[in-house]
């Protein structure tokens, strides 16, 4: 079965920090790189982070410094460390494979950052 699980966020304020995981399906996560995406409402989805399975890591400009991915190969899952935490980083946070397949996109996890 194909599928992307993803959890851990929540609300939180200004300065602050969450851990997002991310469960994939084998068939998905096998030697493939991942990556955490978002979406705000009316933009275009964009990526966070991403990961080989070998350990090479990209950030976007706007997070690097400030989150951190990395992956349990044995477990297929996908972390996404977020500290200092600014308003701008509210949105919903979704896995995939880098690159993102339409067919994979899961529900998502919804990260509110309060001022």
């Known amino acids: 079965q194909v599928q992307l699980v993803e959890s851990g966020g929540g609300l939180v304020q200004a300065g602050g920090s969450l851990i997002l995981s991310c469960a994939a399906s084998?068939?998905?996560?096998?030697?493939?790189?991942m990556g955490w995406y978002r979406q705000a409402p009316g933009k275009q989805r964009e990526l966070v982070a991403t990961?080989?399975?070998?350990?090479?890591?990209n950030y976007a400009d706007s997070v690097k410094g400030r989150f951190t991915i990395s992956r349990d190969n044995s477990k297929n899952m996908v972390y996404l460390q977020m500290n200092s935490l600014k308003p701008e980083d509210t949105t919903v946070y979704y896995c995939?494979?880098?690159?993102?397949?339409?067919?994979?996109w899961g529900q998502g996890t919804q990260v509110t950052v309060s001022s």
């Open positions: 084998r068939s998905i996560f096998s030697r493939n790189a």
């Open positions: 995939n494979r880098d690159p993102p397949r339409a067919g994979y």
């Open positions: 990961m080989t399975s070998g350990g090479r890591k």
